[in-house]
């Protein structure tokens, strides 16, 4: 059931650019109008696309190959309709392209929709990257929906989820691979991202199959830390890694376990998210930066 998701993921990301970039470059419409508006309707959909695409899946060179396909795509289809006129004959109602209008105008509503989880609020807590030792992606963050599958839960408003890339640009070896070892991120090392009091240690649970999940024991293998007015929790740990217990005092950089598979989750990678007292979703900044889906780090 799990593998549904990620097909209709890579069918999104890579399928529809893609058969809109051979529709652009095979397109012979009418007029320059026509050819317009199916140019514009496929530049709105594929900037959706790089904005929301879960990149770390469908790789993280791949947008770049999108992109330089659809801008050749549109160079050689231009050549065809460059010398047409604006309007054919019959042209004078926009109802024929209605449709192509329609979606152009809901894909950019969209953009602008996913733009605004780009922008933390001012009261955004200030911490330390959590990983070590790897080129990373955010999987899911940013102050929204269509940006971060966490933003509804009032405590994870911000969570993360990060994965970790491999040389090729891939967070696993295949779509969903059933290796813990075939995901970039299995076993890195997760420090404390400030200095504080641990507030809850958990370890002892094993790191899961994908996709396999444990849903009564949601966070798996865990460290909370008490980071002033906010706790940190760092979840879905290695079984055996957790190397702090509660009530023990941590610096920044510290080292508190290594990224498994634990919990309710489907694939490794790390989950971040910070509560204040009245246990509301606080934002993070990590380097000074508010992490969005498909921003990287390199430590």
Request: charged share 50%; net charge positive.
């Given at each position: 059931m799990d593998y549904l998701p990620l097909i209709a993921l890579a069918l999104a990301t890579l399928g529809l650019p893609l058969w809109l970039t051979a529709s652009l470059w095979r397109a012979r419409q009418g007029s320059r109008l026509g050819w317009l508006l199916k140019l514009i309707y496929a530049s709105t959909f594929l900037a959706l696309v790089l904005v929301a695409g879960r990149w770390d899946i469908t790789g993280y060179y791949t947008r770049f190959v999108l992109l330089a396909l659809f801008v050749a795509a549109t160079a050689a289809s231009w050549r065809?309709?460059?010398?047409?006129?604006?309007?054919?004959?019959?042209?004078?109602?926009?109802?024929r392209y209605w449709a192509d209008a329609a979606a152009a105008a809901l894909f950019a509503a969209l953009i602008v929709y996913a733009a605004g989880g780009y922008f933390a609020p001012k009261e955004a807590v200030r911490l330390a990257f959590p990983l070590r030792d790897g080129w990373f992606m955010v999987g899911q963050g940013g102050d929204n929906p269509l940006l971060n599958h966490h933003n509804g839960h009032p405590a994870q408003r911000f969570a993360l989820d990060v994965t970790a890339l491999n040389p090729a640009g891939f967070r696993a070896g295949g779509l969903l691979p059933e290796t813990l070892e075939s995901y970039a991120i299995f076993g890195h090392p997760v420090v404390s991202p400030c200095a504080g009091t641990v507030a809850a240690a958990r370890d002892g649970l094993p790191d899961l199959t994908p996709p396999a999940r444990d849903p009564e024991n949601a966070a798996g293998n865990h460290v909370a830390i008490r980071c002033g007015e906010v706790t940190v929790e760092l979840a879905h740990l290695r079984r055996g890694s957790v190397v702090v217990g509660e009530g023990e005092t941590v610096a920044a950089g510290d080292r508190i376990g290594a990224v498994g598979n634990s919990g309710n989750t489907t694939e490794p990678h790390l989950h971040v998210h910070a509560v204040g007292a009245d246990g509301a979703g606080v934002p993070m900044l990590f380097d000074g930066r508010f992490p969005v889906r498909n921003a990287t780090f390199a430590r």
């Open positions: 065809h309709v460059r010398r047409l006129p604006v309007r054919a004959e019959g042209e004078r109602r926009w109802r």
